[in-house]
């Protein structure tokens, strides 16, 4: 099977067991999206040596791709007969159970902090930026064609769990986070 097929040489693509759509249309975006946020995470665990973290990434990547494969059918009767997984609240719970063992080693915020510290932190901070677009991305769609609130809830979440990890990096390299006076100084 080859990699190429030219069919999106038109700019069109075709939706998971639907129809044939532009690759601007607000569903195309929606699993893109997704889709960069999975990859910025491959990059957070490239650069994190701490093997929880990677494994909270793995988890998190296997979720983001059932998201991206929900998002792009649109029709729930081909989800269920392709066995497209819908976003649970189960999911998001494990994201808060991750969040809340990580704050047990921080010290409570009092200010913004900048994005920054180590390579690996920073990373994270990216991916809760890219996970923010992606939201957003998906909340476009969810205005147009109703979607599972799981799905929101769940990259809401993400990009609290992305920020706990950046913070979480930086601890655990001696590397205060830096906080935001509001001055600009």
Not at 34 to 54: F, I, M, P
Not at 136 to 159: C, K, T, Y
Request: aromatic share 4%.
């Amino acid at each position: 099977m080859k990699i190429y097929t030219r069919r999106g040489d038109t700019g069109e693509t075709d939706l998971l067991g639907g129809p044939r759509v532009a690759k601007d249309h607000l569903r195309v975006a929606a699993y893109g999206a997704v889709d960069e946020l999975n990859a910025t995470l491959g990059v957070c665990a490239a650069a994190s040596s701490h093997k929880d973290l990677r494994g909270v990434v793995a988890s998190v990547q296997r979720r983001l791709f059932d998201l991206g494969a929900y998002l792009a059918s649109p029709d729930a009767g081909r989800r269920e007969k392709g066995r497209v997984p819908e976003p649970r609240d189960a999911d998001v719970a494990e994201l808060e159970a991750a969040i809340d063992t990580f704050e047990k080693e921080l010290a409570p915020l009092e200010r913004f902090i900048l994005p920054g510290g180590t390579p690996a932190a920073a990373s994270f901070h990216v991916a809760r930026t890219v996970c923010r677009r992606a939201e957003r991305e998906v909340v476009a769609l969810h205005h147009e064609e109703p979607l599972s609130g799981a799905a929101l809830r769940l990259l809401n979440r993400l990009s609290d769990l992305l920020f706990v990890m950046a913070r979480v990096e930086n601890r655990r390299a001696g590397v205060a986070d830096v906080e935001w006076s509001g001055r600009g100084d």
